[in-house]
Every structure is written in C-alpha cells, then in structure tokens.
C-alpha cells in the first residue's frame, strides 16, 4: 500500500527523553511510522531535550515525538515548548507519551498538564502506534486547513 503523499513530505523527531533508557516502545512506534510514510529520525535513549530541538532545525521537521517510560516525563518536559519557541519552532507539532509520571494518577489529569506545557496531544502507556498515526494525519489534515491541532 502507498503511503499518502502528505506523509512522505513529513519528518518527525523521535526519541526518549532525559534519563529514560527504554527504548522498545520508541522503536516500535518509529518502525510504524516509518511504515506508514513518515519520514523518522530516531533519537534513540537517554536524548536531552535540546537535542530533539537540534535534530528538529536540522532535518526541518514537522513534529516531535517524546517518549518517557521512567515515570520522570513531567519534570523532563517542562519548558520543552519553551525551547522550541526560543529556537524559531513554535509552530512545530508537539507529542507525548508513555509512562509519564510516578505513581497511578488520574489520566485525564496528566494529560491536561502536558496540554498546559504545550504539548499537541499527550498518550497514555499502552497507546497502539495506528492511533497516534491516525491522529497525526488529523492534526497535520487541520493545520493545512489553518485549524490548530485538535481542534484548537
């Protein structure tokens, strides 16, 4: 099957962020996209927030992906918006997912939280890699239409 040809012009920045080594779900997610059309440029583990920035100018990416499992996300992600709009990336689409914070809390509460630092759309653990591509489609479909990502 061939990919639509709007994937093939998108490149995303994947990567685990701060001190996280858990890179399965990360590679998955990226093979998906891969397989989906996307162009992918993988991070791998441990990749502090500057670099995804880095990665993002220098291969002109339209999105970044942060993946978190050690339940420190929250705190390795502040200011992560921040960044991108000091480096001229305020228009960049931002995702989040994974495990990421401690303890069991309320999704509904995390989510809103990575909403409030900027962040497109957050993911709970288990999240299935056809429903962030779907959901990707949708928010690119949306800021060509010159509607934010979901619905916003």
């Not at 339940?71 to 991108?84: I, K, N, S």
């Not at 228009?91 to 909403?115: A, C, H, P, S």
Request: a negative charge; glycine letters at 12%; proline letters at 4%.
């Amino acid at each position: 099957m061939t990919p639509p040809p709007e994937r093939v012009k998108r490149t995303l920045v994947t990567g685990v962020i701060g001190s996280d080594t858990h890179i399965v779900g990360n590679r998955i997610l990226s093979m998906a996209l891969e397989d989906a059309g996307y162009h992918v440029v993988t991070l791998g583990a441990l990749t502090p927030a500057e670099d995804f920035i880095k990665a993002a100018i220098e291969t002109a990416a339209d999105g970044i992906m942060v993946s978190s499992l050690y339940g420190q996300g929250e705190l390795d992600c502040r200011g992560f918006r921040d960044l991108c709009v000091e480096a001229g990336l305020q228009d960049i689409l931002l995702y989040v997912g994974g495990n990421l914070v401690v303890g069991k809390q309320d999704w509904g509460d995390v989510e809103q939280r990575f909403l409030k630092m900027g962040f497109d759309r957050a993911f709970p653990p288990g999240t299935r890699a056809n429903e962030v591509i779907q959901l990707l489609d949708e928010d690119f479909s949306k800021r060509n239409s010159g509607v934010g990502a979901a619905g916003q």
